[in-house]
């Protein structure tokens, strides 16, 4: 590494840099042989370490090869302990110095190459071999139920999941059926990775993540130190280099990875060429940069166009959608205004039967409260009624109390006219009936009473006292019958008494049997209006229902009309977002269309350039028989006339036009090809 000349490192480190430059600055002659004069150097002095670094490789390869056999020998010479101290970072150092030599060839002779590279290419095919070389320094083995495994492609694999864009490739490596060990699978890999261009960004996560190398690689291995990273940063010139390479028909498994050392042990005379090649080898440089930012340029385009008409379809899709979202609206406007009109109209009718309602409710609660009021009046005087009945009957009571005492003292008598019984028997057969018939009427009351009590529940207590009083009056007729049986001349008092009480009793029933019936009708009546009134009351319900049903359905109407407004309002938005993004990809096309006119005419000049340093052939009078536009002889009144651009003969009619070039101070002859190539470019420019 000592023997190295800084210049060449920097000029090996830096040849994106020198990239850049060609494409700011414009060609020029004095350009191209500063770029001449940077090579001569490079050149100069790359072939002077060499040699040293063939020796250093040979001498790392046969000590690690030499390491294990002749320990004896190591600790007996002093001079060779010290120098295999520490191999592996003599290791490190040589596959280093190594791995720069090779990328540096691998660049210099593509660029000299001026093509794309193919899998036979022997500096490519050594850049492979000195990366295996590389990958595999410090690789753990792994002891598997085969035997020991030792394979680059396990850390390999990793890099599919720290970058999920080589998951293509490591797919593809995968499928392919010719490969068939772990070997075999990293070539192709890196064979692939190469030709996409990205191996410097996928060794770059790999060796960021040296937790994980860990697992595949010893502590002192070239990937977990820092010649890792240098050898990523030099992978990054390879970005220049295009090429093509067949992994499928080669067989990558049994191929023999062996540096090539022949190929960088060259003469440093003969490496040497003359300015002419450097000069093309710089026009090349530029050439195949300028294809490459036309390519890029040509595919940004093609994906520009192919966006702009995806945006014009969704455009007009969209617009199409706005119209009939329009239409809908309107059509929802309408039917919200007839809907608005409806719901007035439905609410003045239904503050209207309201009103009328809660008149009709007010009159017939009225009529209701005077209905009661003459009810309670009526009760009131039935209660009256009733309690005059029963200081009647207490008084009734009484008289009983004094007949039986009367009962008591006409024993005596009766003992006395026993002898008269027999002679009063039919007397007596003529008061039985009549008490039958009083009977007959006492239950006929008692019914009555009973239908009384169903209808007024208040009631059923005082009819059950009055049926109490009447079977005590049925006992007291028969005590009376007794007596009538032990005497005449009582019955005939008695038959008195009860013809009157009859008489009374009679009127008091038919005066309770009228109030029953005026009962019973006012109840009819109040049961129909009280029936009426609760289906007035069930009609107005089920109105109220529809009514809230309608005003439901309504407010549900106008909050889906609220959802299509805001729904205007988002396609409204998403319309002015596609307004946005057509108006900026229009200014990025225009943009687009600037940089591709700029870069057709930078091509146009490098062609100009390329033609001024190849020199335009200016043809002699005697090679020219005929015009090369008309295609005429020449004579003696046609004469030839040479063209100041091309160098071409023409004939006076078609060389007639005069414009001013570089290379000559005043206005010259010019053809009317040229002529109109120029006037093109100047408009182009201007």
Same mark, same amino acid.
């Given at each position: 590494?000592?023997?190295?000349?800084?210049?060449?490192?920097?000029?090996?480190?830096?040849?994106?840099?020198?990239?850049?430059?060609?494409?700011?600055?414009?060609?020029?002659?004095?350009?191209?042989?500063?770029?001449?004069?940077?090579?001569?150097?490079?050149?100069?002095?790359?072939?002077?370490?060499?040699?040293?670094?063939?020796?250093?490789?040979?001498?790392?390869?046969?000590?690690?090869?030499?390491?294990?056999?002749?320990?004896?020998?190591?600790?007996?010479?002093?001079?060779?302990?010290?120098?295999?101290?520490?191999? =592996?970072?003599?290791?490190?150092?040589?596959?280093?110095?190594?791995?720069?030599?090779?990328?540096?060839?691998?660049?210099?002779?593509?660029?000299?190459?001026?093509?794309?590279?193919?899998?036979?290419?022997?500096?490519?095919?050594?850049?492979?071999?000195?990366?295996?070389?590389?990958?595999?320094?410090?690789?753990?083995?792994?002891?598997?139920?085969?035997?020991?495994?030792?394979?680059?492609?396990?850390?390999?694999?990793?890099? &599919?999941?720290?970058?999920?864009?080589?998951?293509?490739?490591?797919?593809?490596?995968?499928?392919?059926?010719?490969?068939?060990?772990?070997?075999?699978?990293?070539?192709?890999?890196?064979?692939?990775?190469?030709?996409?261009?990205?191996?410097?960004?996928?060794?770059?996560?790999?060796?960021?993540?040296?937790?994980?190398?860990?697992?595949?690689?010893?502590?002192?291995?070239?990937?977990?130190?820092?010649?890792?990273?240098?050898?990523?940063?030099?992978?990054?010139?390879?970005?220049?280099?295009?090429?093509?390479?067949?992994?499928?028909?080669?067989?990558? @498994?049994?191929?023999?990875?062996?540096?090539?050392?022949?190929?960088?042990?060259?003469?440093?005379?003969?490496?040497?060429?003359?300015?002419?090649?450097?000069?093309?080898?710089?026009?090349?440089?530029?050439?195949?940069?300028?294809?490459?930012?036309?390519?890029?340029?040509?595919?940004?385009?093609?994906?520009?166009?192919?966006?702009?008409?995806?945006?014009?379809?969704?455009?007009?899709?969209?617009?199409?959608?706005?119209?009939?979202?329009?239409?809908?609206?309107?059509?929802?406007?309408?039917?919200?205004?007839?809907?608005?009109?409806?719901?007035?109209?439905?609410?003045?009718?239904?503050?209207?039967?309201?009103?009328?309602?809660?008149?009709?409710?007010?009159?017939?609660?009225? /009529?209701?409260?005077?209905?009661?009021?003459?009810?309670?009046?009526?009760?009131?005087?039935?209660?009256?009624?009733?309690?005059?009945?029963?200081?009647?009957?207490?008084?009734?009571?009484?008289?009983?109390?004094?007949?039986?005492?009367?009962?008591?003292?006409?024993?005596?008598?009766?003992?006395?006219?026993?002898?008269?019984?027999?002679?009063?028997?039919?007397?007596?057969?003529?008061?039985?009936?009549?008490?039958?018939?009083?009977?007959?009427?006492?239950?006929?009351?008692?019914?009555?009473?009973?239908?009384?009590?169903?209808?007024?529940?208040?009631?059923?207590?005082?009819?059950?006292?009055?049926?109490?009083?009447?079977?005590?009056?049925?006992?007291?007729?028969?005590?009376?019958?007794?007596?009538?049986?032990?005497?005449?001349?009582?019955?005939?008092? /008695?038959?008195?008494?009860?013809?009157?009480?009859?008489?009374?009793?009679?009127?008091?029933?038919?005066?309770?049997?009228?109030?029953?019936?005026?009962?019973?009708?006012?109840?009819?009546?109040?049961?129909? %209006?009280?029936? /009426?009134?609760?289906?007035?009351?069930?009609?107005?319900?089920? %109105?109220?229902?529809?009514?809230?049903?309608?005003?439901?359905?309504?407010?549900?109407?106008?909050?889906?009309?609220?959802?299509?407004?805001?729904?205007?309002?988002?396609?409204?938005?998403?319309?002015?977002?596609?307004?946005?993004?057509?108006?900026?990809? &229009?200014?990025?096309?225009?943009?687009?269309?600037?940089?591709?006119?700029?870069?057709?005419?930078? =091509?146009?000049?490098?062609?100009?350039?390329?033609?001024?340093?190849?020199?335009?052939?200016?043809?002699?009078?005697?090679?020219?028989?005929?015009?090369?536009?008309?295609?005429?002889?020449?004579?003696?009144?046609?004469?030839?006339?040479?063209?100041?651009?091309?160098? @071409?003969?023409?004939?006076?009619?078609?060389?007639?036009?005069?414009?001013?070039?570089?290379?000559?101070?005043?206005?010259?002859?010019?053809?009317?090809?040229?002529?109109?190539?120029?006037?093109?470019?100047?408009?182009?420019?201007?």
């Amino acid at each position: 590494m000592a023997d190295e000349d800084p210049n060449a490192k920097v000029e090996c480190e830096d040849v994106p840099a020198k990239e850049e430059e060609t494409e700011a600055t414009e060609p020029g002659q004095n350009d191209v042989a500063d770029e001449v004069q940077k090579d001569k150097r490079a050149d100069s002095s790359w072939s002077a370490p060499i040699l040293s670094f063939a020796r250093k490789a040979t001498e790392t390869l046969s000590s690690a090869g030499l390491k294990g056999s002749d320990t004896s020998q190591h600790t007996s010479d002093p001079l060779k302990t010290a120098a295999v101290k520490d191999p =592996m970072v003599v290791e490190r150092s040589n596959l280093l110095s190594m791995m720069k030599l090779s990328i540096k060839v691998l660049i210099q002779s593509s660029l000299s190459l001026g093509r794309t590279l193919d899998s036979e290419y022997p500096p490519l095919q050594q850049f492979f071999v000195v990366l295996e070389h590389c990958l595999k320094h410090g690789l753990k083995v792994r002891k598997t139920f085969i035997g020991q495994n030792k394979s680059i492609w396990a850390p390999l694999e990793l890099i &599919e999941k720290l970058c999920p864009e080589s998951a293509d490739i490591s797919t593809s490596v995968r499928d392919m059926p010719g490969i068939k060990t772990g070997l075999g699978r990293a070539r192709a890999w890196l064979h692939l990775a190469l030709m996409q261009k990205k191996i410097a960004d996928y060794m770059k996560e790999l060796i960021n993540r040296r937790e994980l190398l860990g697992e595949f690689y010893e502590p002192g291995a070239l990937i977990m130190e820092e010649e890792g990273a240098v050898i990523v940063g030099m992978l990054v010139g390879l970005n220049l280099i295009d090429a093509n390479l067949c992994v499928k028909g080669e067989d990558l @498994d049994s191929q023999v990875g062996v540096i090539d050392f022949s190929m960088y042990l060259k003469d440093p005379q003969a490496t040497e060429t003359t300015q002419d090649d450097s000069k093309m080898t710089a026009i090349l440089d530029q050439k195949h940069y300028i294809e490459e930012l036309n390519r890029h340029l040509s595919c940004t385009v093609t994906d520009l166009q192919a966006k702009m008409d995806s945006l014009e379809k969704t455009n007009s899709k969209l617009i199409e959608e706005l119209t009939a979202a329009t239409d809908r609206i309107n059509a929802l406007r309408e039917e919200q205004e007839q809907l608005k009109q409806e719901n007035a109209h439905i609410l003045q009718t239904s503050q209207r039967k309201e009103e009328v309602t809660l008149q009709d409710s007010q009159l017939e609660l009225e /009529t209701y409260r005077q209905t009661r009021q003459g009810l309670d009046e009526m009760y009131s005087v039935v209660w009256k009624q009733y309690k005059e009945e029963k200081r009647i009957r207490q008084e009734l009571q009484k008289e009983l109390e004094l007949q039986i005492g009367l009962k008591q003292e006409m024993e005596v008598a009766m003992k006395l006219l026993e002898k008269d019984t027999h002679e009063k028997q039919d007397t007596l057969v003529a008061l039985r009936q009549q008490l039958d018939q009083v009977k007959n009427l006492n239950l006929q009351m008692f019914n009555k009473a009973q239908e009384s009590d169903r209808v007024a529940q208040k009631k059923e207590e005082d009819m059950e006292r009055l049926e109490k009083k009447m079977i005590q009056m049925e006992a007291a007729m028969k005590e009376l019958e007794q007596r009538l049986q032990n005497s005449e001349n009582v019955r005939k008092n /008695t038959d008195e008494s009860q013809n009157e009480l009859r008489s009374e009793m009679k009127g008091k029933v038919n005066a309770l049997q009228k109030r029953l019936t005026d009962l019973d009708t006012l109840r009819a009546g109040l049961e129909s %209006e009280l029936s /009426t009134e609760k289906e007035q009351r069930q009609n107005m319900q089920r %109105e109220l229902h529809r009514e809230q049903d309608n005003s439901a359905e309504l407010r549900t109407q106008l909050q889906q009309l609220q959802g299509l407004q805001m729904e205007l309002l988002d396609l409204r938005q998403e319309k002015k977002q596609l307004q946005q993004l057509c108006e900026e990809q &229009e200014q990025a096309l225009q943009e687009m269309g600037l940089h591709l006119s700029q870069s057709k005419l930078k =091509m146009e000049d490098f062609k100009e350039v390329n033609k001024a340093l190849k020199g335009h052939a200016w043809l002699k009078d005697d090679e020219a028989t005929r015009c090369k536009q008309c295609q005429k002889e020449f004579s003696i009144s046609r004469r030839k006339h040479h063209c100041r651009n091309c160098g @071409d003969i023409y004939c006076n009619s078609c060389s007639s036009n005069e414009l001013a070039l570089p290379s000559y101070p005043r206005p010259v002859r010019v053809c009317d090809i040229c002529h109109s190539l120029l006037l093109q470019r100047s408009s182009i420019r201007s």
